[in-house]
C-alpha cells in the first residue's frame, strides 16, 4: 500500500550530510564537459538567466519536470539522499551544466541541486534543449552524450536509487526488480532471507504485512504495490495524452524501438505503448553477437536502452508498463487502442509490434514455478539467482544456445536438455561454442517431464533417452521452446496465418478481407493503417537486426498511407 506520506517528493526529508562517495566524477570529461565562453554565448538564446543566492535549492530529488541549468558564475553541489544520508555527489563551478537523463525520459530527478556559493545560470528546459539539439547539433551532442554518460557513472557508483525488499523467490518482488530492470530505474534489491537485510528493514518498519518493500533513503514508499502504483510514482507513465498521434506503435522490442527512431526522426508523432518496458525479447538476452556493427557482441539490455534513448531524444512518447488489449478502427478513420490499465489513445495509424512470446513446457504444476525458479529468459537478474548451483535449459535453437553459454559463467553445471539428436537449429558460431564449453553439459534426447517445488524450483524429472527418469535438484530451469505471436488482442479483419502470424504486404493483396482499389503497402496488414513488424509479422527471420529494419519499414509503410491520405509526396516501398 502506498504510504501516507507518498506525495510528498523524494527530496522532502534531508538527514545528515556525509562527505562525497570517493570518485571524482569530474575526470570524466565527456559526463562533465566544461563549456568555453563561445559555447556558453552559444547555449544562452535557447534558454533564461537566472540567479540563486547561497543554499537555494536549483532542484530537489524527486522534482518533475525539472531543467538544466548551464553555471554562469559559482558553485553548485549535486546531492544524493537514496542512502539514508546526505552525501554531496560531485561540485563544480563555471562551465559546467546540471541534468541528467531523466530531462528526457521525464522522470523525476534522482538527484539534487543546491548552490553552494551564490549562482548565476542560464536554465534550460527539455524542450529547450531539443530544440538547441536541433538547431546547434555539435553543441547539442555535448550535453546528450553527458547526460547518457551521467547514467552510466550513476549506476557504477554506490549511489542506490530505490531499495527493494523482499526474499529471493517471492514472485511479486521478482515481478518489481523486473520492472525497474527493464525501465533502467537505478536500484539495489536486498534479499530478506538474509539477516542482515533483515534487520535494515527492520529500523525502518517491523511490522512489514507484504512484499516487496520498497524504499528511498529511510523512508518507506511502498509495501506490496501494484504494477500501476509503481509506474505511476516513478513517471514511467503519465496520463494518457490527449492527442491523435500520427502513428501508435504497439510493443517496444527491437522492431517497435526501431519504428520510434525512424517515426519520430522522420517527423511523425509516435507514441509507443508496451506490456513492461523497453527491450522486448531482445532485453531478456545477455549477449547479441550477430548485429551489425558490434563485433565483440552487445548485452540486448544496453542495445534496447540505446535505442530507446535514441527514440525519446528525436521526440518519441513512451507509456509503459500499458498492455494493448482491444484495437478498434472508428468511423472517422482514426484507431483506438485501449490498455488493461483502463486507457485508451489515438492514432492516424498503427504499428504493431508486440513480437512472440516464448512457447510454456507442458508439465504439471510447472506454471505456478513461473518467475520463481522456472524462466524464459536468461539475465543477470535470473543468473544471480542461480549462482553456483545446477540448472537447466531446454531447448535447441539460438536462445536456448545462447542461455546455456551465459548461465555456465554463474550457476555451476548447465544441463541442455535437447529433444533431437543435434544442435543444427543453433547458428554454427555458437554451437561450436555450446559443445566445447566444459560447464554446459548437452543431453540428446532428454526431455523434462516434472518439477519439484512448491514456492520455489527445488528439482526437475528427466526422461533420458533410454526411457529411465532421474530426479535432480536444480535452481532454475530455462525453456527456451518456441514462441506464440502474441496477436490475440487484434480484430478478427486483421487476417493471420494459421499460428497466429500476421499477413501483410502481398499475402494479403488478394485475400477478400482486402477492399482497397490500391495495393497494399509492404508490411500493412489486411485492416488498411494497420502495419506489422518484426517477429509477429508472418515470414520474418526471428533476429534482432531485422527487427529493427522491419520497424524501419514499417514506418516508410505509414509515410506512404499518410501521403495517400493526406495527399502529399510519398516514398515507393512496394518495389
Ligand atoms: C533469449 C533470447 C536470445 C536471443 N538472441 C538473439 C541473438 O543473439 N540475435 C538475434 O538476432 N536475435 C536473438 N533473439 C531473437 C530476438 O530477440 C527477436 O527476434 C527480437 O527481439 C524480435 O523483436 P520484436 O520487437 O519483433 O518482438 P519482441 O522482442 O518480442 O518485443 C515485443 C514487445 O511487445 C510487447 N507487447 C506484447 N504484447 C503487447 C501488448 N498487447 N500490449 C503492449 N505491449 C505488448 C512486449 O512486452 C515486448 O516488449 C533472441 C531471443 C531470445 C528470447
Given at each position: 500500500?502506498?504510504?501516507?506520506?507518498?506525495?510528498?517528493?523524494?527530496?522532502?526529508?534531508?538527514?545528515?550530510?556525509?562527505?562525497?562517495?570517493?570518485?571524482?566524477?569530474?575526470?570524466?570529461?565527456?559526463?562533465?564537459?566544461?563549456?568555453?565562453?563561445?559555447?556558453?554565448?552559444?547555449?544562452?538564446?535557447?534558454?533564461?538567466?537566472?540567479?540563486?543566492?547561497?543554499?537555494?535549492?536549483?532542484?530537489?530529488?524527486?522534482?518533475?519536470?525539472?531543467?538544466?541549468?548551464?553555471?554562469?558564475?559559482?558553485?553548485?553541489?549535486?546531492?544524493?539522499?537514496s542512502t539514508g544520508s546526505r552525501v554531496v555527489f560531485v561540485r563544480y563551478g563555471a562551465g559546467?551544466?546540471?541534468?541528467?537523463?531523466?530531462?528526457?525520459?521525464?522522470?523525476?530527478?534522482?538527484?539534487?541541486?543546491?548552490?553552494?556559493?551564490?549562482?548565476?545560470?542560464?536554465?534550460?528546459?527539455?524542450?529547450?534543449?531539443?530544440?538547441?539539439?536541433?538547431?546547434?547539433?555539435?553543441?547539442?551532442?555535448?550535453?546528450?552524450?553527458?547526460?547518457?554518460?551521467?547514467?552510466?557513472?550513476?549506476?557504477?557508483?554506490?549511489?542506490?536509487?530505490?531499495?527493494?525488499?523482499?526474499?529471493?523467490?517471492?514472485?511479486?518482488?521478482?515481478?518489481?526488480?523486473?520492472?525497474?530492470?527493464?525501465?533502467?530505474?537505478?536500484?539495489?534489491?536486498?534479499?530478506?532471507?538474509?539477516?542482515?537485510?533483515?534487520?535494515?528493514?527492520?529500523?525502518?518498519?517491523?511490522?512489514?504485512?507484504?512484499?516487496?518493500?520498497?524504499?528511498?533513503?529511510?523512508?518507506?514508499?511502498?509495501?506490496?504495490?501494484?504494477?500501476?502504483?509503481?509506474?505511476?510514482?516513478?513517471?514511467?507513465?503519465?496520463?494518457?495524452?490527449?492527442?491523435?498521434?500520427?502513428?501508435?506503435?504497439?510493443?517496444?522490442?527491437?522492431?517497435?524501438?526501431?519504428?520510434?527512431?525512424?517515426?519520430?526522426?522522420?517527423?511523425?508523432?509516435?507514441?509507443?505503448?508496451?506490456?513492461?518496458?523497453?527491450?522486448?525479447?531482445?532485453?531478456?538476452?545477455?549477449?547479441?553477437?550477430?548485429?551489425?556493427?558490434?563485433?565483440?557482441?552487445?548485452?540486448?539490455?544496453?542495445?534496447?536502452?540505446?535505442?530507446?534513448?535514441?527514440?525519446?531524444?528525436?521526440?518519441?512518447?513512451?507509456?509503459?508498463?500499458?498492455?494493448?488489449?482491444?484495437?478498434?478502427?472508428?468511423?472517422?478513420?482514426?484507431?483506438?487502442?485501449?490498455?488493461?490499465?483502463?486507457?485508451?489513445?489515438?492514432?492516424?495509424?498503427?504499428?504493431?509490434?508486440?513480437?512472440?512470446?516464448?512457447?510454456?513446457?507442458?508439465?504439471?504444476?510447472?506454471?505456478?514455478?513461473?518467475?520463481?525458479?522456472?524462466?524464459?529468459?536468461?539475465?543477470?537478474?535470473?543468473?544471480?539467482?542461480?549462482?553456483?548451483?545446477?540448472?537447466?535449459?531446454?531447448?535447441?535453437?539460438?536462445?536456448?544456445?545462447?542461455?546455456?553459454?551465459?548461465?555456465?559463467?554463474?550457476?555451476?553445471?548447465?544441463?541442455?536438455?535437447?529433444?533431437?539428436?543435434?544442435?543444427?537449429?543453433?547458428?554454427?558460431?555458437?554451437?561450436?561454442?555450446?559443445?566445447?564449453?566444459?560447464?554446459?553439459?548437452?543431453?540428446?534426447?532428454?526431455?523434462?517431464?516434472?518439477?519439484?517445488?512448491?514456492?520455489?524450483?527445488?528439482?526437475v524429472r528427466i526422461r533420458e533417452p533410454g526411457g529411465e527418469i532421474v530426479s535432480e535438484p536444480?535452481?532454475?530451469?530455462?525453456?527456451?521452446?518456441?514462441?506464440?505471436?502474441?496477436?490475440?488482442?487484434?480484430?478478427?479483419?486483421?487476417?493471420?496465418?494459421?499460428?497466429?502470424?500476421?499477413?501483410?504486404?502481398?499475402?494479403?493483396?488478394?485475400?477478400?478481407?482486402?477492399?482497397?482499389?490500391?495495393?497494399?503497402?509492404?508490411?500493412?496488414?489486411?485492416?488498411?493503417?494497420?502495419?506489422?513488424?518484426?517477429?509477429?509479422?508472418?515470414?520474418?527471420?526471428?533476429?534482432?537486426?531485422?527487427?529493427?529494419?522491419?520497424?524501419?519499414?514499417?514506418?516508410?509503410?505509414?509515410?506512404?498511407?499518410?501521403?495517400?491520405?493526406?495527399?502529399?509526396?510519398?516514398?515507393?516501398?512496394?518495389?
Amino acid at each position: 500500500m502506498p504510504e501516507s506520506g507518498e506525495s510528498q517528493p523524494l527530496g522532502a526529508w534531508l538527514p545528515q550530510e556525509k562527505p562525497g562517495l570517493g570518485f571524482g566524477p569530474l575526470a570524466d570529461e565527456v559526463a562533465f564537459p566544461r563549456l568555453n565562453e563561445a559555447e556558453i554565448a552559444e547555449a544562452a538564446p535557447f534558454g533564461e538567466r537566472c540567479s540563486f543566492a547561497v543554499n537555494q535549492t536549483l532542484f530537489s530529488a524527486g522534482d518533475y519536470p525539472f531543467n538544466s541549468h548551464v553555471i554562469i558564475s559559482g558553485t553548485v553541489r549535486i546531492i544524493d539522499i537514496s542512502t539514508g544520508s546526505r552525501v554531496v555527489f560531485v561540485r563544480y563551478g563555471a562551465g559546467y551544466f546540471t541534468g541528467d537523463i531523466d530531462l528526457f525520459t521525464r522522470r523525476p530527478s534522482m538527484v539534487g541541486c543546491e548552490a553552494e556559493t551564490p549562482v548565476e545560470a542560464i536554465r534550460l528546459t527539455p524542450s529547450q534543449l531539443r530544440e538547441m539539439f536541433t538547431r546547434k547539433p555539435v553543441l547539442g551532442e555535448k550535453f546528450w552524450k553527458s547526460f547518457q554518460y551521467r547514467r552510466r557513472l550513476l549506476l557504477v557508483s554506490t549511489f542506490r536509487g530505490l531499495t527493494v525488499y523482499g526474499r529471493k523467490g517471492d514472485k511479486a518482488t521478482l515481478d518489481t526488480v523486473e520492472l525497474l530492470f527493464r525501465n533502467s530505474v537505478p536500484h539495489d534489491w536486498l534479499d530478506t532471507s538474509v539477516e542482515e537485510n533483515r534487520r535494515k528493514l527492520e529500523q525502518m518498519r517491523e511490522d512489514v504485512q507484504s512484499y516487496p518493500v520498497i524504499s528511498h533513503g529511510n523512508r518507506v514508499l511502498f509495501e506490496a504495490p501494484t504494477r500501476s502504483q509503481l509506474a505511476d510514482y516513478l513517471h514511467l507513465r503519465r496520463n494518457m495524452p490527449d492527442q491523435t498521434y500520427d502513428v501508435l506503435i504497439l510493443g517496444a522490442g527491437p522492431s517497435g524501438l526501431g519504428a520510434a527512431v525512424y517515426a519520430a526522426s522522420e517527423g511523425l508523432s509516435a507514441l509507443v505503448l508496451d506490456a513492461l518496458g523497453p527491450g522486448g525479447q531482445a532485453g531478456s538476452t545477455s549477449r547479441i553477437e550477430n548485429y551489425a556493427g558490434f563485433p565483440d557482441g552487445v548485452t540486448g539490455g544496453d542495445l534496447a536502452h540505446l535505442t530507446y534513448l535514441q527514440a525519446l531524444k528525436f521526440g518519441a512518447d513512451f507509456h509503459v508498463p500499458s498492455t494493448v488489449t482491444s484495437l478498434e478502427k472508428r468511423s472517422n478513420g482514426l484507431f483506438r487502442a485501449r490498455t488493461m490499465e483502463r486507457d485508451y489513445v489515438v492514432g492516424r495509424t498503427v504499428i504493431v509490434a508486440t513480437g512472440v512470446s516464448y512457447a510454456l513446457l507442458d508439465v504439471e504444476g510447472l506454471g505456478d514455478l513461473q518467475g520463481v525458479g522456472v524462466y524464459y529468459s536468461a539475465t543477470v537478474l535470473e543468473a544471480r539467482l542461480c549462482k553456483s548451483s545446477a540448472t537447466h535449459v531446454v531447448g535447441a535453437g539460438n536462445s536456448a544456445g545462447q542461455a546455456a553459454m551465459f548461465l555456465s559463467q554463474f550457476a555451476g553445471e548447465v544441463s541442455l536438455l535437447v529433444r533431437g539428436n543435434d544442435l543444427r537449429k543453433i547458428s554454427s558460431y555458437l554451437s561450436g561454442r555450446v559443445q566445447a564449453n566444459k560447464r554446459v553439459k548437452i543431453r540428446y534426447r532428454s526431455e523434462i517431464v516434472g518439477v519439484e517445488g512448491r514456492d520455489h524450483i527445488l528439482g526437475v524429472r528427466i526422461r533420458e533417452p533410454g526411457g529411465e527418469i532421474v530426479s535432480e535438484p536444480t535452481a532454475g530451469l530455462f525453456v527456451f521452446i518456441g514462441a506464440k505471436p502474441r496477436t490475440d488482442f487484434l480484430p478478427p479483419s486483421i487476417v493471420r496465418n494459421d499460428k497466429g502470424f500476421l499477413l501483410t504486404g502481398n499475402e494479403v493483396a488478394h485475400l477478400p478481407e482486402w477492399k482497397e482499389p490500391r495495393p497494399p503497402c509492404n508490411v500493412e496488414t489486411s485492416l488498411p493503417g494497420v502495419f506489422a513488424a518484426g517477429d509477429c509479422r508472418s515470414g520474418t527471420p526471428k533476429r534482432v537486426a531485422f527487427a529493427i529494419g522491419d520497424g524501419a519499414a514499417a514506418v516508410t509503410s505509414v509515410h506512404n498511407f499518410l501521403g495517400r491520405a493526406l495527399g502529399q509526396h510519398s516514398i515507393d516501398d512496394r518495389e
